[in-house]
C-alpha cells in the first residue's frame, strides 16, 4: 500500500470491489517521522484531496490523530533508584499541548494548542530533509456502500446495525476554480424518528482539515485549518463548519484569547454518506 491520489473519491477502485472507494480508517496511517532514529505512525482522522480545475491536478493530503507533548522515549526521564530528574517526572512535558499534524504535498502543517495561542500554528513546506519521506499506508474499505444523504431510513438502518460510517463532502469556490473533497469517518450520527418536525439524521464529527479555497497559498498546505463539520439530511447540499481559532474571551475577561471553536459558517456542499458493514456481515 502506498500514497494514492485519485481525481474521483467514490468511484470503484483497489479493494472496494462493487462498493465506493473511501478509506478504511481502522487500517490507514501515515509515518510523518519515518527515519531509525524516529518513526512514528499515527492513525488518520480525515483525508483531504485539493483540486486545481484550471490545471487539472489533485493533490491529497492526511489529517493524523493527536497526541499530547511528551519526552519521547523518556529521553530526560530517569528510571533509577535516583529518581526523576528535574522536570522529567512523566513522559508527559509539563505544560503540556496537544500535537495534530496535516501533511501532503512534501509540506506539513503543525498544529500545537499550547497555553499561548499565539505559537499554535507551524507550516514547514518540506520536512523530508529532518524527517525523511513521510510514508503512507492506505487501505481502501471493503463492501463499502453509498446511503442517500437525503433520506432517514438508509441512514437509520445502517447506525442502527453498528455499520462503520464515511462522510465525503465536496466543496468548490467558483472564483479560484479550486474544489476540495473532505473525507471523514462518522463519529457522532444523531437520529431522530418522530421530531423536528420530520424524521431527520444529523452528523456532528471531527477533527477534520478544512482549507481554504478563496485564494493562493504557498506553500499550499498553508490554507489549512482544523475543523469540525456538520451536515443534516433535512439540507444534503449544506455543510456546517466552525474552525479551531484563537478567539477572545467575553466580559470581564475581554483582551485574553483562548483556542476555541468558533466562527460558524456554511458553505454550500455535494455530501455523500457511505456505510461499511462490519466482516461479520460481508
Known amino acids: 500500500m502506498g500514497n494514492t491520489s485519485s481525481s474521483n473519491p467514490v468511484h470503484p477502485q483497489g479493494n472496494a470491489g462493487d462498493g465506493v472507494a473511501c478509506l478504511d480508517y481502522a487500517h490507514s496511517y501515515m509515518w510523518p517521522y519515518c527515519r531509525s532514529r524516529d518513526a512514528v505512525r499515527v492513525a488518520i482522522d480525515s483525508r483531504i484531496i485539493l483540486y486545481d480545475d484550471a490545471a487539472g491536478t489533485p493533490t491529497e493530503y492526511f489529517l493524523g490523530a493527536s497526541c499530547k507533548s511528551e519526552d519521547t522515549y523518556g ?15 512523566t513522559l508527559f512535558t509539563d505544560p503540556n499541548y496537544d500535537f495534530t499534524w496535516i501533511v501532503g504535498g512534501g509540506g506539513t502543517v503543525i ?36 446511503i442517500p444523504t437525503d433520506q432517514f431510513e438508509p441512514a437509520a438502518q445502517a447506525t442502527d446495525a453498528g455499520h ?23 463519529k457522532t450520527m444523531n437520529l431522530s424518528r418522530d421530531g423536528f418536525p420530520d424524521s431527520v439524521w444529523q ?14 497559498y504557498d506553500p499550499p498546505i498553508s490554507a489549512f485549518s482544523l ?12 455543510a456546517d463548519f466552525v474552525i479551531e481559532q484563537p478567539t477572545s474571551l467575553p466580559p470581564p475577561n475581554e483582551g485574553v484569547q483562548v483556542l476555541h471553536y468558533s466562527g460558524p459558517f456554511s458553505l454550500r456542499a455535494t455530501n455523500r ?6 466482516p461479520e456481515q460481508r
Do not use: C, H
Open 164 to 186: 462503520a460510517l464515511v462522510g465525503q463532502t465536496e466543496i468548490a469556490d467558483a472564483g479560484t476554480g479550486r474544489r476540495a473533497m473532505i473525507e471523514y469517518p462518522v
Open 111 to 146: 498544529f500545537r494548542r499550547k497555553l499561548d495561542p499565539e505559537k499554535y500554528r507551524d507550516v514547514l513546506a518540506d520536512t523530508s530533509a529532518d524527517w525523511g519521506e513521510p510514508r503512507f499506508q492506505l487501505k481502501f474499505a471493503e463492501a463499502a456502500y453509498p
Open 227 to 238: 475543523g469540525f463539520i456538520a451536515i443534516i439530511s433535512r439540507l444534503p447540499g449544506a
Open 75 to 89: 529521553v530526560y526521564k530517569d528510571y533509577g533508584e535516583n529518581g526523576f530528574k528535574p522536570g522529567a517526572n
Open 273 to 278: 454518506l457511505v456505510g461499511i458493514p462490519p
Open 203 to 216: 452528523i456532528d464529527t471531527g477533527p477534520v482539515g478544512v482549507p481554504d479555497l478563496s485564494r493562493d
